[in-house]
């Protein structure tokens, strides 16, 4: 996930109606800017890829790129999959195609909270994640801080 540095809103003027609108956009912790594309319904960024809007406790916190993945990464996973297309590596492919993000890992010092078991396991995590459109960060309502203590 990006993390949201800046928050913007500008006035545009809609070149056919001539009409003047609000138009969001963020800043992002990659230095990526995304912007509501009001036509699509989208957020998008300037080389038109689509982003996917994570909000934990109610605050938009971050966005996830949709399919990012790499092709030798996806062609793994499919090789991996096999047929199955309950598998972890099956289902993480439709994930990251309709929501994006990394993919879940279990952290030390996570809270107990956010487990994926709640949802029968990391695979109908991924599945619930794509039938509500929202990243597994927002699912599970973790923020990616850890309770874990650093040991010097």
Known sequence: MYRVVKHFVEFIVDPETKEQYERESYTLSSRRRVIWDAKSQKWRDRHNREYTPVHIAGELVGFNLKDSLEKSNKKMLQE?????????????????????????????????????????????????????????????????????????
């Open 80 to 152: 991996l999959s096999g047929t199955d297309p309950q598998s972890i590596g099956a289902s993480y492919l439709d994930y990251s195609r309709e929501v994006g993000g990394e993919a879940f890992g279990f952290t030390t010092g996570m809270p107990i909270e956010a487990d994926p078991e709640k949802y029968g396991g990391i695979a109908k995590m991924y599945r619930e994640c794509i039938r509500r459109g929202i990243a597994w960060e927002e699912l599970l309502q973790w923020d990616g801080h850890s309770d874990e203590i650093h040991i010097c």
